[in-house]
């Protein structure tokens, strides 16, 4: 059974720096793929970036590429997303996912574990 928890959620002005961190625990074999999703209030939950083969393969929606970056530590069990040059649009709640493949890594439904999420609000 994998469990996730999320931390780093803040309140920063535009332009800002963030690191959010999701600890996992479980099955490796479960959690070969991890992934940060947001949703803001009153949209669908989306991908923002994702990571595979614990590094082999990173990837980032169009509107975060160039800004935020997906790692593991070398022990596997923590997954970050470093965000910088935030905009207020990047205001929303961020949660992390796991799973065993990432085909469709924007899909919410790819990925079978979930965290609870954390903050981020991005003030202009």
């Known amino acids: 059974h994998v469990q996730l928890v999320e931390s780093g959620g803040a309140s920063v002005q535009a332009g800002g720096s963030l690191r959010l961190s999701c600890a996992a625990s479980g099955p490796a074999y479960s959690r070969a793929s991890m992934a940060w999703f947001r949703q803001a209030p009153g949209k669908e939950r989306g991908g923002v970036a994702a990571?595979?083969?614990?590094?082999?393969?990173?990837y980032y929606g169009d509107s975060v590429r160039g800004r935020f970056t997906i790692a593991q530590d070398n022990a596997k069990t923590t997954a970050y997303l470093q965000m910088t040059s935030l905009k207020p649009e990047d205001s929303a709640m961020y949660f992390c996912?796991?799973?065993?493949?990432?085909?469709?890594?924007?899909?919410?439904?790819?990925?079978?574990?979930w965290g609870q999420g954390t903050q981020v609000t991005v003030s202009s």
């Open positions: 990571i595979y083969r614990h590094g082999d393969f990173t």
């Open positions: 996912a796991a799973g065993q493949t990432c085909g469709n890594w924007w899909k919410a439904s790819e990925f079978g574990y």
